[in-house]
C-alpha cells in the first residue's frame, strides 16, 4: 500500500499534521504505538479553548478528525524504515507501506525513576508550567538544577532543592514526603528534572543530523520541520524537548503545510 505521507506517532503533533494534510486531501497514514508521553497525566493545560481537558480526549476528538477526513489510523508497531525509489518504506508487522514522505512525530520518555513511576503526572512531575498551578501555594521539593527551583517559586514561596531522590512516603494516595540522603523533607509535590531520550532510533539511521540542546542531542530540523533528509519531517517532542502540547500541535501543523508544498512543487 502507497501513501503520499506516512505519519509516524500519533500525538497531538502527528494528528496536527494528518487533520491539514487530510484537508489538503493527500493520501495519510498515522501509524501509532498508542504510548503518549502525557499518557498518566489526568489533565492538560496551558491548550488555548482545551484547558484542563483529559490528553486521551484531545487524541480521541482528534482521531475522529482526521478520520473524518479520510485518513487512515493505524495502532501498530513500525520495525523498520528504508530508503527507497521515490521514496520510503516503512515495515509495520505484517505488512511494509510506501511513503513520498514521511513525517516523524514519535516524541520522547522521560526515564523515570521505578519508585517515583506509580506518581509521575501527578504529585511528581517535570513541568511547572503543566502541572504547577494545581499545586500552587503548597510544598514543593525540586530536584533539579537552581534555575528550575528560582522556576518553581513562582508557583509557591515553601520550596525545598534537595540533591538527590531516593525515596518517596505515599499515605491516602498521596504524597506526603521526599527522602533525599537521610533527610525526610514534607512534600505535597515533586518537581523531578528526569532524563528524557527521544524516540528518534529511525530517523538517526536514516541519516537525520542532530544538534546539542539543553537536554541533550536531538534531531536537528528548521523552522518548518525539515530534517537534514529530505523527504524527512520531524514535529514535536522527538526534536524539541521543552514543546508542550499545544506547541507540539503548531510544530505538526508548521511540517504538514510544508509537506504538502513540497508535493506540490514535486509536481504530486
Given at each position: 500500500m502507497s501513501y503520499e505521507v506516512?505519519?509516524?506517532?500519533?500525538?497531538?503533533?502527528?494528528?496536527?499534521?494528518?487533520?491539514?494534510?487530510?484537508?489538503?486531501?493527500r493520501s495519510v497514514l498515522v501509524v501509532d504505538g498508542a504510548e503518549p508521553r502525557n499518557k498518566p497525566a489526568a489533565h492538560m493545560h496551558n491548550y488555548l479553548s482545551r484547558d484542563g481537558l483529559s490528553p486521551l480526549d484531545l487524541l480521541k476528538h482528534g482521531r475522529a478528525e482526521v478520520e473524518g477526513y479520510g485518513g487512515e489510523i493505524v495502532n501498530d508497531t513500525v520495525h523498520g524504515v528504508t530508503k527507497i525509489d521515490g521514496g520510503f518504506a516503512v515495515e509495520l508487522s505484517g505488512r511494509t507501506v510506501h511513503a513520498q514522505r514521511l513525517l516523524f512525530a514519535t516524541g520522547?520518555?522521560?526515564e523515570v525513576p521505578e519508585i517515583l513511576r506509580a506518581r509521575w503526572g501527578r504529585d511528581v512531575f517535570s513541568c511547572p508550567y503543566c502541572h504547577g498551578y494545581e499545586v500552587r501555594d503548597q510544598r514543593l521539593v525540586v530536584f533539579g538544577e537552581e534555575m528550575k527551583v528560582a522556576l518553581v517559586r513562582q508557583w509557591s514561596g515553601d520550596v525545598t532543592h534537595v540533591p538527590s531522590v531516593d525515596g518517596i512516603e505515599v499515605e491516602d494516595d498521596r504524597l506526603v514526603a521526599v527522602i533525599s540522603g537521610s533527610e525526610r523533607v514534607p512534600a505535597d509535590a515533586l518537581v523531578y528534572s528526569a532524563q528524557v531520550k527521544p524516540r528518534d532510533e529511525f530517523l538517526l539511521a536514516l541519516g537525520a543530523e542532530t544538534a546539542?540542546?539543553?537536554?541533550?542531542?536531538?534531531?536537528?530540523t528548521d523552522d518548518?520541520?525539515?530534517?537534514?533528509?529530505?523527504?524527512?519531517?520531524?514535529?514535536?517532542?522527538?526534536?524539541?524537548?521543552?514543546?508542550?502540547?499545544?506547541?507540539?500541535a503548531a510544530q505538526g501543523a508548521q511540517a504538514a503545510g510544508m509537506i504538502n508544498m513540497d508535493l506540490v512543487l514535486a509536481g504530486t
Amino acid at each position: 500500500m502507497s501513501y503520499e505521507v506516512v505519519i509516524i506517532g500519533g500525538g497531538a503533533a502527528g494528528l496536527s499534521a494528518a487533520l491539514m494534510l487530510t484537508r489538503a486531501r493527500r493520501s495519510v497514514l498515522v501509524v501509532d504505538g498508542a504510548e503518549p508521553r502525557n499518557k498518566p497525566a489526568a489533565h492538560m493545560h496551558n491548550y488555548l479553548s482545551r484547558d484542563g481537558l483529559s490528553p486521551l480526549d484531545l487524541l480521541k476528538h482528534g482521531r475522529a478528525e482526521v478520520e473524518g477526513y479520510g485518513g487512515e489510523i493505524v495502532n501498530d508497531t513500525v520495525h523498520g524504515v528504508t530508503k527507497i525509489d521515490g521514496g520510503f518504506a516503512v515495515e509495520l508487522s505484517g505488512r511494509t507501506v510506501h511513503a513520498q514522505r514521511l513525517l516523524f512525530a514519535t516524541g520522547l520518555v522521560d526515564e523515570v525513576p521505578e519508585i517515583l513511576r506509580a506518581r509521575w503526572g501527578r504529585d511528581v512531575f517535570s513541568c511547572p508550567y503543566c502541572h504547577g498551578y494545581e499545586v500552587r501555594d503548597q510544598r514543593l521539593v525540586v530536584f533539579g538544577e537552581e534555575m528550575k527551583v528560582a522556576l518553581v517559586r513562582q508557583w509557591s514561596g515553601d520550596v525545598t532543592h534537595v540533591p538527590s531522590v531516593d525515596g518517596i512516603e505515599v499515605e491516602d494516595d498521596r504524597l506526603v514526603a521526599v527522602i533525599s540522603g537521610s533527610e525526610r523533607v514534607p512534600a505535597d509535590a515533586l518537581v523531578y528534572s528526569a532524563q528524557v531520550k527521544p524516540r528518534d532510533e529511525f530517523l538517526l539511521a536514516l541519516g537525520a543530523e542532530t544538534a546539542e540542546t539543553p537536554m541533550g542531542l536531538f534531531v536537528r530540523t528548521d523552522d518548518k520541520g525539515r530534517t537534514s533528509v529530505p523527504g524527512v519531517y520531524a514535529a514535536g517532542n522527538v526534536t524539541d524537548p521543552a514543546a508542550i502540547v499545544i506547541v507540539a500541535a503548531a510544530q505538526g501543523a508548521q511540517a504538514a503545510g510544508m509537506i504538502n508544498m513540497d508535493l506540490v512543487l514535486a509536481g504530486t
